[in-house]
């Protein structure tokens, strides 16, 4: 191998929810050679539906901290409930022989702030972990996919991010893979920036809309903030040709690269209704353009991917 085909990290990112990002990453991942799938949508976690993945890994995830009243310490004074701003402390816990009632912490409005442990003059306040979610290594007939999971409420999804990126940066440099193809979360919030940084290139997934065009120039610009460069593909194009063609000449004009257009296709639906990447049912306008997508990124890139023949 060539020292210059060092590792390849594509994230398919998108403005918002249902542009098709992981229709597409899904097919990519069939059409690539022995890529490392990542699933960076940790709210939501999607390509693990399409790819029907075995896990052979699973592991808690540690998020943060959270207080912890020690009842049998706690001289129920009340500052702790005083202090805290997230509301999450009760005159509600049990007794300890000295009153009849001590404060409880309620994890799920904890935020491990902390404030309540420092102003604790009994010191029967610590902050321990919290088990935040849970995070998988599982086989794929495309390879090994890195996903996670937060627990409902829970937050850090930036860390469990960074944690799916690293695990599969590790199974590459492990395996001889070249290539991570990452699935991002949608938006352009911390997920998506614990996504994208670092990233070699972003693949960003946009319909022709008004908001479509909105959520690109914000991603455009994301991606030039962290000097990531932006290829493009509208998806449904059909829906809108001038629109469509619109924001093609927009990016361009950003620094950005067209690098496909998919056309409005019903075997999308059919192929999410049986969990399979698109490209594996059938060869129809929609399936055809993905594959031309992939010809066009390993064209851009050439020395770093290789595609099945």
Same mark, same amino acid.
């Given at each position: ?131 935040? +979610?849970?995070?998988? &290594?599982?086989?794929?007939? =495309?390879? $090994?996919? !890195?996903? @996670?999971?937060?627990?409902? #409420? ?100 950003? +620094?950005?690269?067209? &690098?496909?257009?998919?056309? =409005?296709? $019903?075997? !999308?639906? @059919?192929?999410?209704?049986? #969990? ?34």
């Amino acid at each position: 191998m060539p020292e210059a085909a060092a590792l390849f990290e594509l994230v398919v990112l998108s403005g918002k929810g249902g542009t098709g990002k992981t229709c597409v990453t899904a097919s990519l991942a069939a059409l690539a050679h022995e890529p490392v799938l990542a699933d960076c949508d940790v709210d939501a976690s999607n390509l693990p539906l399409v790819l029907n993945p075995q896990p052979q890994r699973r592991e808690s995830f540690t998020g943060g901290l959270r207080a912890h009243i020690q009842s049998d310490r706690c001289s129920a004074c009340g500052k702790c409930q005083e202090v805290c701003r997230f509301a999450a402390i009760a005159l509600d816990g049990p007794g300890n022989g000295c009153v009849p009632r001590t404060y409880r912490v309620d994890t799920a409005a904890c935020e491990g702030c902390g404030v309540c442990e420092y102003c604790c003059a009994g010191h029967a306040i610590d902050l321990r972990p919290a088990d935040s +979610g849970e995070w998988f &290594v599982s086989d794929t007939r =495309y390879g $090994p996919l !890195v996903h @996670a999971g937060l627990h409902p #409420g829970e937050g850090n999804s930036g860390k469990l991010v960074m944690l799916v990126r690293e695990q599969a940066r590790q199974i590459a440099a492990a395996t001889g893979r070249r290539l991570i193809l990452m699935d991002g979360p949608p938006g352009i919030g911390c997920p998506v920036i614990a996504s994208l940084t670092g990233a070699t290139r972003m693949l960003v997934i946009t319909e022709p809309t008004p908001s479509g065009e909105h959520d690109l120039e914000r991603m455009l610009a994301l991606g030039r903030h962290f000097g990531v460069p932006a290829w493009v593909c509208v998806n449904k194009h059909d829906l809108n040709p001038a629109m469509a063609t619109h924001m093609e000449r927009h990016a361009v004009e950003r +620094g950005a690269t067209v &690098v496909g257009r998919i056309p =409005y296709d $019903p075997e !999308v639906t @059919a192929a999410q209704r049986q #969990g399979r990447p698109l490209v594996e049912m059938n060869r129809g306008p929609a399936a055809t353009a993905i594959a031309g997508l992939w010809q066009r990124i390993r064209a851009e890139g050439s020395v770093l991917i290789n595609v099945n023949d």
